[in-house]
């Protein structure tokens, strides 16, 4: 079985990335690789180092990206805004963002009634948002490990 580390270091992981943030894509209206639309606003709720979803969109200035989450683990671009915090409360207005989005976050939300709550909040701050969440019968699922 391969190691979740190795995984990430192959570029089949970058090429699935980049075919499901096009599926993303699809799904939000273009939002994300339009470079003709107005600047638009997107956040990534628990971004981590931001290799599921922000590392793509590097050379995008028409993206403002931004990224929440408990711990700042030193990613850093251009168009790139790091919150340190909880999802819980996002220190942003009603509608801020275009697109909030989660790649494998809210699984770890414990208890239910705490991930309930960051849905409530994501749901206030974003005028759209795409969860994507892991299923056991995928073909590489890197929880089942």
Not at 109 to 120: G, H, S
Request: net charge positive.
């Amino acid at each position: 079985m391969i190691s979740i580390k190795k995984w990430r270091k192959l570029k089949s992981s970058t090429l699935f990335k980049l075919k499901r943030l096009k599926i993303v894509d699809k799904m939000c209206n273009g939002i994300l690789f339009n470079k003709q639309a107005k600047k638009k606003k997107v956040i990534e709720i628990g971004c981590a180092n931001g290799i599921d979803f922000l590392q793509f969109f590097k050379d995008k200035s028409y993206l403002d990206l931004y990224g929440i989450d408990l711990k700042d683990r030193g990613f850093k671009q251009d168009n790139f805004t790091m919150i340190v915090g909880d999802a819980e409360k996002i220190p942003f207005s009603d509608n801020y963002f275009d697109l909030a989005i989660s790649i494998g976050v809210l699984e770890h939300i414990q208890p239910i009634e705490k991930l309930c709550l960051v849905i409530k909040e994501i749901n206030r701050v974003a005028k759209s948002y795409i969860h994507i969440v892991p299923a056991i019968n995928t073909l590489f699922e890197p929880h089942t490990l």
